[in-house]
């Protein structure tokens, strides 16, 4: 297995992941996306609410906000010692109370907890006019993606193969497919047409129909996937990669425990 | 109000709607006679990259003020 990366920031990475299967890599992209544990607000208890948002409404855009999770902890409310009638351990308590007229933002929710904050600051919740308010307490707790988008901590999470992109010799340096190429993959360079930037083809194959030799082909490399990672801000993307390795570590471990038993 | 995410994609994009909103009204004040609005730059520079999150700021419509006279 190797691992090439190509941009690791806070919220985004990119990377290609190659020597391994097909079905690894759809195993790391399924376990970013639905196992990697998430804090999102998931109980609302409004006390007052007259602003133009419906109470549903207003819960939903709550539980949509990004909060910052540490899932080291807290526990899954099934799991938690409390047997999920809510504890310290298990959730939190974030209040909201404002009074129009002004706009309601993410950073008014004040948390029970100086960590689990929400990582944007400027998502208007709703606006109020004069007269009108809003006063709730919402409460977070861990989930995960497959209960619900909300617990998903990326957003845009996939991959696709490396292209292999072969010339010919037949190749008779007419550079259609220079000017073909959407993403200006071809290059002439001395006399001679080179591939600049593999990872950026998309794989459209106008650089085939552009070229009248047929000198051009392309295909996939089954073994190499660029990965692009894209989180909410709960979580670097680092930190998303390597926790969703390790849930699927975690369950090759309890499988051959099971095994053993046989 | 704006939506919280993208519909298609889950990336938080109403952090920088007030932001878009604001210079989006700065630009049509100093817009020539006849020239057309355009904001494609603004969504780059606010790092709005992909189509299906651009069409979420680009097709907004703020409905609070018609709604708030009839609660």
């Known amino acids: 297995m190797k ?20 079905a690894f890599a759809n195993s790391l992209r399924r376990a970013m996306i639905s196992d990697v544990p998430k804090m999102a607000i998931d109980y609302v208890d ?23 999770t540490n899932a080291d902890m807290y526990r899954f409310p099934a799991e938690c010692e409390c047997k999920g ?17 002004c706009v309601v933002h993410s950073r008014d929710l004040k948390s029970s907890d100086p960590e689990t904050v929400p990582v944007d600051q400027n998502i208007p919740i709703v606006e109020l006019k004069t007269g009108q308010k809003v006063v709730l307490t919402a409460v977070a707790r861990l989930g995960n993606g497959k209960e619900h988008a909300k617990f998903q901590p990326v957003c845009a999470s996939g991959y696709k193969n490396v ?14 497919c220079i000017d ?28 085939i129909e552009a070229c009248d030799t047929g000198a051009i082909t392309l295909d996939t490399d089954n073994e ?28 090759a471990d309890q499988l051959s425990e099971i095994m053993s038993a046989f | 109000m704006i939506p919280v995410r993208c519909f298609t994609c889950g990336k938080v994009i109403s952090e920088v709607w007030e932001e878009y909103r604001s210079r989006v009204e700065e630009r049509k004040k100093n817009l020539q006679k006849g020239e057309v609005l355009k904001v494609g730059d603004i969504l780059d520079d606010l790092g709005v990259e992909r189509y299906c999150c651009r069409r979420m ?4 419509v703020e409905l609070v003020d018609v709604l708030a006279p009839y609660q």
């Open chain 2, 57 to 60: 700021l680009l097709s907004h």
């Open chain 1, 3 to 22: 691992l090439e990366i190509l941009e690791l920031k806070d919220r985004k990475a990119k990377f290609v992941l190659s020597e391994v299967t097909p």
């Open chain 1, 163 to 176: 292209p292999v992109i072969s010339i010919g010799e037949k190749c008779d340096m007419c550079k259609m």
């Open chain 1, 224 to 251: 190499a996937f660029i990965f692009t990672v894209e989180t909410d801000g709960s979580y670097t993307a680092h930190d998303i990669i390597d926790s969703a390795m390790k849930s699927l570590k975690g369950r």
């Open chain 1, 85 to 101: 009638a809510g504890c310290a351990l298990c959730q939190v308590s974030l209040t909201l109370s404002a009074e129009g007229p």
């Open chain 1, 46 to 68: 409004i006390y007052d609410n007259t602003s133009v948002l419906f109470d549903e409404m207003l819960s939903l855009r709550l539980g949509l906000i990004p909060l910052k």
């Open chain 1, 180 to 207: 073909a190429c959407p993403r200006g993959v071809f290059k002439a360079d001395k006399g001679k047409l080179v591939v600049t930037d593999l990872y950026k083809c998309s794989l459209c194959k106008h650089c």
